[in-house]
T-cell receptor
Framework: LAKTTQPISMDSYEGQEVNITCSHN???????ITWYQQFPSQGPRFIIQ???TKVTNEVASLFIPADRKSSTLSLPRVSLSDTAVYYC?????????????FGIGTKLQVIP | DAGVIQSPRHEVTEMGQEVTLRCKPI?????LFWYRQTMMRGLELLIY????????DSGMPEDRFSAKMPNASFSTLKIQPSEPRDSAVYFC??????????FGQGTRLTVV
């Protein structure tokens, strides 16, 4: 499984755009990049997944450069409710299931 | 659907006692996962099932841990005997084999 590296913590003011970058230098050809969000006292929640270039949904955007050795999760105009831990996961589908490993994640603190 | 349901939400037990954690996955999901989360190690995958069959239990820390899935709507994680170092939050998740796994609220286990 590809190892991921992301900042341990980040602070941001309300209304700002937040970009969290994840490094995955040894990503394999078949690996996808997935981000999860976890609020205190809750289980993680899927945010977005991508393979290359850019993916956007109602919650976030995911930017993946051509070499795929890193990815950036972008949260537009964050609010206090976006305070959470964000996990970057890299893994390939095997037998119908994407094998991934959760790391420690990035703790995002949104400040009023 | 009510989502993934775990019980109990909190469990306090004495060292040496047997502990059983329960999980009801989302109806129709054919993958079920058990995770353990601690401050030191983050979120670790213990075991996962596909169509009620255990596929990968390499994350189960010791023989004291066992998991079963007798049918598509129920799974248990048992620790016997329990030890203080087993104290953690245990999450159950289910999915259709895609990147989007749905997590339960977790069971906070404290072994004293």
């Amino acid at each position: 499984l590809a190892k991921t590296t992301q900042p341990i913590s980040m602070d941001s003011y309300e209304g700002q755009e937040v970009n969290i970058t994840c490094s995955h230098n040894n990503i394999a050809t078949n690996d996808y990049i997935t981000w999860y969000q976890q609020f205190p006292s809750q289980g993680p929640r899927f945010i977005i997944q991508g393979y290359k270039t850019k993916v956007t949904n109602e919650v976030a955007s995911l930017f993946i450069p051509a070499d795929r050795k890193s990815s950036t999760l972008s949260l537009p105009r964050v609010s206090l409710s976006d305070t959470a831990v964000y996990y970057c996961l890299v893994g390939a589908y095997s037998g119908g299931y994407q094998k991934v490993t959760f790391g420690i994640g990035t703790k995002l603190q949104v400040i009023p | 659907d009510a989502g993934v349901i775990q019980s109990p939400r909190h469990e306090v037990t004495e060292m040496g006692q047997e502990v059983t954690l329960r999980c009801k996955p989302i109806s129709g999901h054919d993958y079920l996962f058990w995770y353990r989360q601690t401050m030191m190690r983050g979120l670790e995958l213990l075991i996962y099932f596909n169509n009620n069959v255990p596929i990968d239990d390499s994350g189960m820390p010791e023989d004291r841990f066992s998991a079963k899935m007798p049918n598509a709507s129920f799974s248990t994680l048992k620790i016997q005997p329990s030890e203080p170092r087993d104290s953690a939050v245990y999450f159950c998740a289910s999915s259709l084999g895609t990147a989007e796994a749905f997590f339960g609220q977790g069971t906070r286990l404290t072994v004293v």
